[in-house]
Each structure stands twice: as structure tokens, then as C-alpha cells.
T-cell receptor, first 114, second 115 residues
Framework: GNSVTQMEGPVTLSEEAFLTINCTYT??????LFWYVQYPGEGLQLLLK?????DKGSNKGFEATYRKETTSFHLEKGSVQVSDSAVYFC?????????????FGSGTRLSIRP | GAGVSQSPSNKVTEKGKDVELRCDPI?????LYWYRQRLGQGLEFLIY????????KSGLPSDRFSAERTGESVSTLTIQRTQQEDSAVYLC?????????????FGPGTRLTVL
């Protein structure tokens, strides 16, 4: 079945550091891939997505490239800010499955020190 | 327009009581999902409604859990004879159609505490 494995947290970085949060997936079909973010005290919101191989999703300085050959969708940001402190969830959705639900990773808590 | 809303925002109940959680999706969204998020953990799929199709109940953890949706509007998640392990944040999300093609929009969640 489909699954998502992401880097365990917590991850603590200093402001302006480079960020990578690893995410790999297993899917039988042709999944779309997502990163969701949950800021403290708020609901989940979509950060970025990619719907086919080699697509790059980007938003708010974050990027992730859909790599079919390595079944990965790693999240990167060149220079993090304190305001990026949140929990990040990698997710996939297989549009050809009988029930197209999003499968989430366990989440990675990111804390940025000023 | 308005986003996904959920009520109540917080619910504290005693073990053995029944609870009902409500979700109002974004108008026009045909797909509706319920998830459970235990403290410090990821999201656990519970149930999915898509238009008039039979719901996908494959994620419901036990027969104490049930959900209904009237047409393409409000949904209620009912937990009977609550147990302490039911304590979690229950999230509702809606999307235009299949999640593979359209973004899911999440509500703020209902935090359930079972004493």
C-alpha cells in the first residue's frame, strides 16, 4: 500500500540556516505529493504540491522536487526565519486509488532560534 | 469566502459518554474528510465522503465511531462510549473533488479530552 516516511524531529536550526526535511514515499499508482504546515495554534494548511515527476513545488521560499527515481519529495529552504517554526507534514494522494485520501507522514517539528 | 469550520473547538467529556463533532465544509466542496491527530503524532485518516457515493469508512478505528453527511453539506462525527484513548484533535477537511487533483482545506479542529 501507499505510505510516507519523513524525517523525525524535532529539528532545531539557527535563523538563516539552510533547511532540508527528508520525505520518501511508496505508492502503487501515480501520486500527487504535498507538504502541509501547521503553525502553533493553527490548522493545517497546504504549503506546496507537485502532481507529476520532476515537478517542483514552491511557496514562501520553500521548495520540493518530485523525484520519481528516488521516490522522494524533500523540503528545502535556503534561509529559515523564526516564523518558519512549525510542524511540517509530507503527504501523498494517489488519484487512481479507490478512495483518494491523503496519506500523511508523522510530521517534523521545526524550531528556529533567533 | 468562509473556510471550513468545526464545532465545538474544545470538548471535555467523561469516559463512557457519547460525543458529536460537527464540520461545516466550504460551500461547493464535494469531498469531505475526517482525520484524527493524537498529541505529537501525524494525521490518521478516519472517513471520506465524496458526493453521493458510499463513504470510505476504512479508517474508523472501531464500531464506536460513525459519521454522517447530509448531501454536500454538514458532517457529524459521533463517538459512542468514549474511551481515554479517543482523546485527540479531530480534523475535518474539504476539497472540490478528489484530493489528488484539488487541495484539501482543513478546519481548526476539535480538541477532545476524555477524562
Amino acid at each position: 500500500g501507499n505510505s510516507v516516511t519523513q524525517m523525525e524531529g524535532p529539528v532545531t536550526l539557527s535563523e538563516e540556516a539552510f533547511l532540508t526535511i527528508n520525505c520518501t514515499y511508496t505508492a502503487t499508482g501515480y501520486p500527487s505529493l504535498f507538504w502541509y504546515v501547521q503553525y502553533p495554534g493553527e490548522g493545517l494548511q497546504l504549503l506546496l504540491k507537485a502532481t507529476k515527476a520532476d515537478d517542483k513545488g514552491s511557496n514562501k521560499g520553500f521548495e520540493a522536487t518530485y523525484r520519481k527515481e528516488t521516490t522522494s519529495f524533500h523540503l528545502e529552504k535556503g534561509s529559515v526565519q523564526v516564523s518558519d517554526s512549525a510542524v511540517y507534514f509530507c503527504a501523498l494522494s494517489d488519484r487512481y486509488s479507490s478512495a483518494s485520501k491523503i496519506i500523511f507522514g508523522s510530521g517534523t517539528r521545526l524550531s528556529i532560534r533567533p | 469566502g468562509a473556510g471550513v469550520s468545526q464545532s465545538p473547538s474544545n470538548k471535555v467529556t467523561e469516559k463512557g459518554k457519547d460525543v458529536e463533532l460537527r464540520c461545516d465544509p466550504i460551500s461547493g466542496h464535494t469531498a469531505l474528510y475526517w482525520y484524527r491527530q493524537r498529541l505529537g503524532q501525524g494525521l490518521e485518516f478516519l472517513i471520506y465522503f465524496q458526493g453521493n457515493s458510499a463513504p470510505d469508512k476504512s479508517g474508523l478505528p472501531s464500531d464506536r465511531f460513525s459519521a454522517e453527511r447530509t448531501g454536500e453539506s454538514v458532517s457529524t462525527l459521533t463517538i459512542q462510549r468514549t474511551q481515554q484513548e479517543d482523546s485527540a484533535v479531530y480534523l475535518c477537511a474539504s476539497s472540490l473533488e478528489l484530493a489528488g487533483l484539488y487541495e484539501q482545506f482543513f478546519g481548526p479542529g476539535t480538541r477532545l479530552t476524555v477524562l
